[in-house]
């Protein structure tokens, strides 16, 4: 068994516009992409789970020819706002790395 963080060669979160926040998991060996992709362990409903947002919400893109899995979600709050403790959702991403990938 090995985490999303082992296998990837970059895990990233960032705002794709003051109300939604984009999650980019990226490869730099096919082998991996493609294990991860296979092993079905990254979906909508977990991404829902972990950052506790409406499955309907969350959109998840697989991009073979990038070595890449994109999901695109609603920020918790707008940038900016009050109780926002990431302005710009860069910080996002963690709960993935250590997600076990069998």
Do not use: C, W
């Not at 829902?48 to 020819?65: C, R, W, Y």
């Not at 999901?71 to 707008?78: D, E, G, H, K, M």
């Amino acid at each position: 068994m090995a985490t999303l963080g082992e296998l990837a060669s970059l895990i990233r979160s960032k705002n794709a516009g003051p109300f939604q926040l984009t999650i980019d998991v990226m490869f730099n060996k096919p082998e991996n992409f493609l294990r991860v992709v296979q092993s079905g362990v990254i979906t909508r409903e977990l991404i829902a789970s972990m950052f506790q947002t409406p499955e309907e919400q969350v959109e998840l893109f697989t991009v073979d020819n990038a070595l890449a899995i994109k999901a695109s979600l609603p920020r918790p709050v707008p940038q900016g706002d009050i109780g926002d403790s990431d302005s710009h959702g860069g910080q996002q991403y963690a709960p993935l790395v250590d997600l076990d990938v069998p």
